[in-house]
């Protein structure tokens, strides 16, 4: 069934997220960052970072662009309100909207957890402090929600031209933002990595779950 191989391999990317920050705890570790502190595969990452130097104009840029999933969020957030207050009750809110209100949750959790517990730190310092870097937490946010954007889009919008635009601009962005954060220089490469498995990891349980949900639903029927 479909929703089981999109419950696989959203289990198999979370442990491979697992493998990948162990790796980084223990492979290649120098103390190559700001004030001395230490960052996994040290000589590669500091070669990407030489390679990429820093720009601060690009890493601002892409903050304030931050903006953009977390007013989808709003957005789908409205929407769910919106069918509680008309509908009366909670639990006949569309079920993979409720779903999706449950996937923000654990991106936020996740984001908490390591902002908690710091794997390594920015090779730059931002405004004189040491902030942690791992996961990049923009490159989690942008990969974990754009491509909620394109699903929802596809399952509730009938026009192909809107679906199509969806499409290329929840590309467009999200490739911008990934290769933006990268170049900035703001984190690591192993930073960026670590989002992409992680944020891929957690949208396929999404749509796993929401694949189930549908099944439930036309069995029902």
């Known amino acids: 069934m479909k929703w089981k191989k999109q419950l696989r391999a959203g289990i198999g990317l979370l442990v491979l997220f697992v493998l990948w920050t162990v790796l980084i705890r223990c492979v290649d ?3 190559v960052g700001p004030k001395g502190t230490k960052v996994g595969f040290a ?7 030489h390679l990429t130097s820093v720009h601060m104009t690009l ?5 304030w662009l931050g903006l953009v999933p977390i007013l ?6 409205i929407l769910g309100l919106c069918q509680w207050i008309r509908r009366k009750r909670l639990l006949q809110v569309d079920r993979d909207i409720l779903l999706l ?5 654990l991106v936020i ?3 908490l957890l390591f902002e908690m517990v710091p794997i390594n730190y920015r090779p730059v310092l931002i405004d004189g402090s040491l902030e942690a870097s791992y996961p990049s937490s923009t490159t989690l946010l942008v990969l974990s ?3 909620t954007l394109k699903l929802q889009t596809d399952r509730r919008c009938e026009k192909q031209t809107l679906r199509y635009f ?6 467009l962005f999200s490739v911008f933002m990934v290769v933006g954060r990268l170049i900035s220089g703001v984190h690591w490469a192993t930073d960026i990595i670590g989002s992409v498995i992680l944020s891929a990891g957690l949208f396929m349980l999404y749509c796993a779950a929401v694949a189930r949900a549908d099944l439930r639903d036309e069995v029902k029927l």
Request: aromatic residues 22%.
């Open 43 to 49: 000589a590669w990452n500091v070669w990407v970072h």
């Open 72 to 77: 989808i969020c709003g957005c789908f957030g």
């Open 166 to 171: 969806v499409t290329a601009f929840t590309v």
């Open 59 to 63: 890493y601002t840029v892409t903050d």
């Open 145 to 147: 929600v754009m491509p």
């Open 109 to 111: 959790l996740a984001y």
């Open 101 to 105: 209100g449950v996937y923000y949750l």
């Open 29 to 31: 570790v120098q103390a």
